[in-house]
Structure formats: structure tokens, C-alpha cells
């Protein structure tokens, strides 16, 4: 079956505009996360979301960073105001619940912010 | 302390010859473990999960020592096709979803 998919696969901006990634999980997949992953660093957490749960946030680093998954399926991570520093490349995952770390990842989106 | 630690290599290695992954993880109440790859720029794909008592999946042997709270990865007769970027990852807490990874150890198979 299909699997998790993102887009765009790549996008380039300028400083200070606004962008959005999607995600698309696979279908029935009630977890779904964005993690982001500079160049040589780890992947790091952004945000979790959980069937009709609020949403954890913890891992977003800004106000500038916002997101939202409709219908429990498709998932849209907003950047305002992109920055440099927010150049890297956006991993979203799903998984079935209770099943943590048996996730499948999208692509990615690679975002360059000039 | 890094919540989860690894060696980041390169670690290269000939076609054939056995190489071994350590990584240590700062937190006592971690739960679950895996063994994640990652190929140059493609997404991170679950490579197998880490049970206590140790497992082996083929050529992979995965091993957990609670006490000294690290991990490995045994690959054995590696292949060009290992070479890729392993990633350590750590399920922090009791009921949690959200998962640390480390920074991964880049491997290098060398006909």
C-alpha cells in the first residue's frame, strides 16, 4: 500500500516568508509526527499528534511554528516569518497506536531559507 | 549528558567483516528501543526493535544492557548495500510516544 507521503520534496524561500508542508499518513495510522533534521544533527521533535488528543507541542521552537492535522489524517506544518536557521530537511511519520518506534517516514520536505 | 549518544563514525569497514554500534542513553525509565537506517539524504526506515533478552534478525544482532544503559548492533558479512547511517532510538518514559534519536554512526562498506 501507499505509504507516507510529504509535500513539496523541496522548497526554497526567502527570509521572512511563510511556507507550509503537508503530510499525508498512511491511512488508518492515528500517530502522526513532524521531526526536523539539520545538516549532520540528530532528528528533532517538533510536535505529536494522537487520534482526536490535543496535539503535544513541546518541540516547536517557536511561535513561528504551527501545525494542524484535519480529519485525524492529513497533517500541514506552517512556518511564518522562515528564518536560516529553519533550513533543514522536515520528516513527518506515522504510525498505528501503541505500536511506539514502528514508525514509517515520508521523504521529507528539504527547505532552504535564503 | 546527551539523552542518547553514539560513536558518529565513519566506521569503514571491507566487504565481509563484522562491525559493531554502541550507543548509551542518559535515561533509566527508557522503555523500547530500536535500530533505525538511513540512507544519504532518504528518510530514516525501522530497522529492528530491541528486546532485552537480545535478538537477531539475519546478519543483525541487536543487544540491551539495561544496567549500563547502552545498546548495540552486531552486523555480520557486511554488504556494500549496509552502508548507510544506523540511528539509535530511545522511547524516554513510561506510555510516551515521542522518540530521541541520536545522531547516528555513518557506515561505510568498502569492496
Known amino acids: 500500500g501507499a505509504g507516507v507521503s510529504q509535500s513539496p520534496s523541496n522548497k526554497v524561500t526567502e527570509k521572512g516568508k511563510d511556507v507550509e508542508l503537508r503530510c499525508d499518513p498512511i491511512s488508518g495510522h492515528t500517530a502522526l509526527y513532524w521531526y526536523r533534521q539539520s545538516l549532520g544533527q540528530g532528528l528533532e521533535f517538533l510536535i505529536y499528534f494522537q487520534g482526536n488528543s490535543a496535539p503535544d507541542k513541546s518541540g516547536l521552537p517557536s511561535d513561528r511554528f504551527s501545525a494542524e492535522r484535519t480529519g485525524g489524517s492529513v497533517s500541514t506544518l506552517t512556518i511564518q516569518r522562515t528564518q536560516q536557521e529553519d533550513s533543514a530537511v522536515y520528516l513527518c511519520a506515522s504510525s498505528l497506536a501503541g505500536l511506539a518506534g514502528r514508525w514509517f517516514f515520508g521523504p521529507g520536505t528539504r527547505l532552504t531559507v535564503l | 549528558r546527551k539523552e542518547v549518544e553514539q560513536d558518529p563514525g565513519p566506521f569503514n569497514v571491507p566487504e565481509g567483516a563484522t562491525v559493531a554500534f554502541n550507543c548509551t542513553y542518559s535515561n533509566s525509565a527508557s522503555q523500547s528501543f530500536f535500530w533505525y537506517r538511513q540512507d544519504c539524504r532518504k528518510e530514516p526506515k525501522l530497522l529492528m526493535s530491541?528486546?532485552?533478552s537480545g535478538n537477531e534478525d539475519g546478519r543483525f544482532t541487536a543487544q540491551l544492557n539495561r544496567a549500563s544503559q547502552y545498546i548495540s548492533l552486531l552486523i555480520r558479512d557486511s554488504k556494500l548495500s549496509d552502508s548507510a547511517t544506523y540511528l539509535c532510538?530511545?522511547?524516554?518514559?513510561?506510555?510516551?510516544?515521542?522518540?530521541?534519536f541520536g545522531k547516528g554512526t555513518k557506515l561505510s562498506v568498502i569492496p
Open positions: 530491541v528486546y532485552s
Open positions: 532510538v530511545v522511547n524516554i518514559g513510561a506510555g510516551s510516544y515521542q522518540l530521541t
